[in-house]
């Protein structure tokens, strides 16, 4: 399987790690991954017979302009070219994400797709924007299109909906879709601080970004859940459809409050279908023990479907940081190798 | 896609339910299901152009006989006839699991494969004995092997193994996998009854069979556990390699003190892999509110992997029963359908 990274950030090092790390499974899967381009802001490397991938690791040690990298790197490796000499079979796009236009992810998905190759990405923004255009475009040129790190990373929420309901009918879709604002309620919640003191531990850490208004207002969780929702529900709605509140109004008493009651505060994103209409709503809900939302604590995730004839399925994980991503990056690819069709 | 179905107890029942009553979704979805064989302990209907289900469940509901369905019974419909005419690309097979011998099943779903027949099967006893002979025999003929059914019926299990951690390496397994001994347990905790007291109950409401030794002793656990380590982490142990507890020595003392703890008592199949050794057991553990079991109450089971690079994944679910049952031998065939090699 031939292979272009389309964004060298820290998830497109981590899956060049983690694929050279992982020669031994991937050898035992039948898959041999062949990385022939790694492109970045400026310029890229280019190889037909490969990277390798051992030595670009090292030398990125000491030099994070990749272009300079002596035996493929030059600047004129642009995603264009890749297309023109159409020498690959899977785009890993991982470039940032942005929630208005898409670009460059949306136009880097389409021309790919419409070139016959299949697509895995961990960029939100033409997922979000376009999913059943570019799954369309993805049927109709016989490829796949591999999103399952969009909506969780590790957390195998687009997986559990699809493959692990195959066959039901999707009621409702919950889920403590950001870690980073679980975090910060449990902080709250384990040393009685304010919302203020919880978000500055939480930046100190690295879990909360700078400005970390897309996490707290409860945007991130509106992105995912909207996700989960066109993809396995089949629609075509919009973040406007959602109704979004986020945890910055919080207070230590209700903390406090609701801790006493024997419950305590989540952020979920949730979607319900009812005869035919769709509500989706972002908010703080008190959890009693029983739900099995009470469990996930810290950065964790969960996912809650209700289906008609599989029942309740909640799946609990989601590990954070660059590696999980690159990981559920690598497992959309390893199931898409393993014949899946995603995209019917 | 043609299919026989195999042993049609109440799981068969349910699953021509299932398909007929699903036939938009599977219309969507491009699957044509044509049940072109059902065949019973003496006997079966066959029809070369499809079973016509609507009217056959309408003939099951005044005659359990179905060699007397007036249009294509026949006390000579068997499975080798089936095999002779090869006229079928699925063979669900549901036929009483025996652990010692695997039989009848055994036989059906080898010289299914054998014959470049796909197989899903709810059928723990050939699966328990044998998986990776016929994951073998699957391979050797190209055609797959699903047994999601086999290890907690509705609960992705083995789909969360594979599928959901594709990519990862699975380092431990655990699971509350018997739902009657967790309502056993929950029935005690609840109203402060004795373990014979909330086996009765459970016996009352059809939940406990009248001889639990299998779930009670821990031997169902350990045989879900054993399918789940031997398919996931390519073994191939035996039940002798756990060691096994059951919950009958369980006193209404012991539960009360767990609870006023703030813990929980869960009947657990483990499987832990350490340094390239397997240690697997079934037994009684008390779980805090900090796990992610805890809240796995009543009925309800549940899985969890520990992996090395997407993390810990809990998956919760698994509704009991017939039409949960049934759906997830008809999740493995969709899945299969949309591409899947479960056996490579």
Redesign the interface.
């Known amino acids: 399987m031939r292979v272009a990274i389309i964004g060298y950030g820290g998830v497109g090092r981590a899956f060049v790690q983690?694929i050279n790390g992982?020669k031994d499974?991937l050898y035992k899967?039948?898959l041999q991954i062949q990385v022939n381009y790694i492109i970045g802001r400026n310029g890229g490397v280019y190889n037909l017979e490969g990277i390798d991938l051992q030595d670009f690791m090292e030398f990125g040690l000491k030099q994070r302009n990749i272009t300079k990298y002596p035996k493929w790197g030059n600047e004129e490796v642009s995603f264009e070219k890749m297309i023109l000499n159409r020498d690959v079979d899977v785009v890993i796009e991982l470039t940032p994400t942005n929630k208005e236009t898409g670009e460059p992810g949306m136009t880097h998905i389409k021309r790919s797709l419409e070139c016959g190759i299949n697509v895995v990405t961990a960029n939100k923004g033409p997922i979000l924007l376009s999913y059943k255009e570019l799954k369309n475009i993805a049927v109709k040129n016989g490829v796949q299109l591999g999103i399952g790190c969009t909506t969780g990373g590790?957390l195998?929420s687009i997986?559990?909906g699809m493959?692990?309901?195959?066959?039901?009918?999707i009621l409702s879709i919950e889920g403590v879709l950001n870690g980073t604002t679980n975090f910060i309620i449990n902080e709250m919640e384990n040393n009685k601080i304010t919302y203020l003191e919880a978000l500055k531990k939480a930046q100190k850490l690295g879990i909360a970004e700078t400005n970390p208004t897309l996490d707290v207002e409860g945007w991130d969780t509106a992105t995912k859940l909207l996700i989960l929702t066109n993809v396995l529900m089949n629609e075509e709605k919009s973040l406007e459809d959602i109704s979004v509140e986020g945890i910055t109004k919080i207070t230590p008493e209700e903390i406090k409050n609701c801790l006493a009651e024997g419950n305590k505060y989540k952020l979920v994103g949730k979607t319900l279908k009812n005869n035919g209409e769709i509500r989706m709503t972002v908010k703080l809900e008190k959890l009693d023990?029983?739900?099995?939302f009470?469990?996930v604590?810290g950065k964790n995730k969960a996912v809650r479907y209700v289906s008609d004839?599989?029942?309740?399925?909640?799946?609990?994980?989601?590990?954070s940081g660059v590696?999980?991503a690159s990981?559920?990056v690598?497992?959309d690819?390893?199931?898409i190798s393993?014949?899946?069709?995603f995209c019917?």
């Open positions: 983690l992982k499974y899967e039948g590790a195998p997986n559990g493959m692990d309901l195959a066959g039901a009918n023990s029983t739900h099995p009470y469990v604590d004839v599989l029942g309740d399925l909640t799946i609990i994980g989601g590990a590696i999980p990981a559920s690598l497992r690819l390893i199931n393993r014949g899946y069709r019917r």
